[in-house]
C-alpha cells in the first residue's frame, strides 16, 4: 500500500506565505515526477507545479516567481513553497506522485487526500 501525506495548508491573509509538504510511504521501488495541483469550488483540478526526479521543474503561468516546488528524494517528500499569496490562491492542494512499487511494475500515478488553503483578510 502507498500513501501520500499532505500537510502544511491553512489559513493565511493575502500577502503570506504557506509551505506544502507531502511524503509518500509504503511499499515504493522509486518515484519519478511529483506535482502539486489545485482544485477551487466549481473548478476543475489544475497542474501547479511539478518536479522531475533529477529537480527540473515546471509551473503554471500564474505563480512562476511566487510558488517554488521541491524535494527530498531520500524522504520521498515534495514541498510547495507558497509566497505572496493571493485570495485566489485559495483551493484545496493535492500532491501527486508517479512511482513503482515494485521493479517490474509500470508507473502509476498516486494522489494524497489535499490539503485547503484559504487567502483571505
Known amino acids: 500500500q502507498v500513501q501520500l501525506v499532505e500537510s502544511g495548508g491553512g489559513l493565511v491573509q493575502p500577502g503570506g506565505s504557506l509551505r506544502l509538504s507531502c511524503a509518500a510511504s509504503g511499499s515504493i521501488f522509486s518515484i519519478n515526477a511529483m506535482g502539486w495541483y489545485r482544485q477551487a469550488p466549481g473548478n476543475q483540478r489544475d497542474v501547479v507545479a511539478t518536479?522531475?526526479?533529477?529537480?527540473?521543474?515546471t509551473y503554471r503561468d500564474s505563480v512562476p516567481g511566487r510558488f517554488t516546488i521541491s524535494r527530498d528524494n531520500a524522504k520521498n517528500t515534495v514541498y510547495l513553497q507558497m509566497n505572496s499569496l493571493k485570495p485566489e490562491d485559495t483551493a484545496v492542494y493535492y500532491c501527486s506522485a508517479d512511482l513503482r512499487r515494485y521493479s517490474s511494475d509500470p508507473l502509476q500515478t498516486y494522489w494524497g487526500q489535499g490539503t485547503q488553503g484559504t487567502v483571505s483578510s
Open positions: 518536479i522531475s526526479r533529477s529537480g527540473v521543474t
